[in-house]
């Protein structure tokens, strides 16, 4: 059974590097094909998919965080990572990561159980 | 981007209901359509993928239709372990988006 478990820091200051982490258990990160998501949602709004990385380690981001957002990938650790840049208020979420078969029908079938990251200073 | 409009936003129902939740696409996504359940603190669960395949493990009472642009979510027969927020979500294309939710209560 995959599990997923995301880890980091709970309060962020303003305009400071959000950093989070998915660790990766019951299956390799590097085997099969499969992207690994990362997706937040706010309070009181919408879930947002923020992007993911595929195996080999290309990326696919939201184009309304783009500018901010890097994901990348240990696979000696089975882990992948967040990292959102000059982070505000409005970026205070639970942040979920998860993975996406890569199949034609694409869809999300494992998350974690999400964080919650505040930014505040 | 694909916008994604879920109804009703809460619902109120009892145990033995059937009920139903639709979600509507801002453009035709043919079947690219998924729903899941989210419980608080637990990891959202996928429930239907490709708008009408019954992910492994999850209940017969759940079931899903529709393609284009209007799909729905059916739960047969609620049971009290139903009660939870649902979401849809479009995987026709990147970015992937999310239906607002509807929170399903007990009565």
């Known amino acids: 059974q995959v599990q997923l478990q995301e880890s980091g820091p709970g309060l962020v200051k303003p305009s400071q590097t959000l950093s989070l982490t998915c660790s990766v258990s019951g299956g390799s990160i590097s085997s099969g094909s499969y992207y690994w998501s990362w997706i937040r949602q706010p309070a009181g709004r919408g879930l947002e998919w923020i992007g993911r990385?595929?195996?080999?380690?290309?990326?696919d981001y939201n184009p309304s965080l783009k500018s901010r957002v890097t994901i990348s990938v240990d696979t000696s650790k089975n882990q992948f990572s967040l990292k959102l840049t000059s982070v505000t208020a409005a970026d205070t979420a639970v942040y979920y990561c998860?993975?996406?078969?890569?199949?034609?029908?694409?869809?999300?079938?494992?998350w974690g159980q999400g964080t919650l990251v505040t930014v505040s200073s | 981007d694909i916008q994604m409009t879920q109804s009703p936003s809460s619902l109120s129902a009892s145990v033995g209901d059937r009920v139903t939740i639709t979600c509507r696409a801002s453009?035709?996504?043919?079947?690219?359509l998924n729903w899941y359940q989210r419980k608080l603190g637990k990891a959202p669960k996928l429930l239907i993928y490709a708008a009408s395949s019954l992910q492994s493990g999850v209940p017969p009472r759940f079931s899903g239709s529709g393609s284009g642009t209007d799909f729905t979510l059916t739960i047969s027969s609620l049971q009290p372990e139903d009660f939870a927020a649902y979401y849809c979500?479009?995987?026709?294309?990147?970015?992937?988006?999310f239906g607002q939710g509807t929170k399903l209560e007990i009565k």
């Open positions: 998860a993975r996406e078969p890569h199949t034609a029908m694409a869809y999300f079938d494992y």
């Open positions: 990385i595929y195996t080999s380690g290309s990326t």
């Open positions: 453009q035709p996504i043919s079947t690219y």
């Open positions: 979500q479009q995987s026709y294309n990147t970015p992937y988006t």
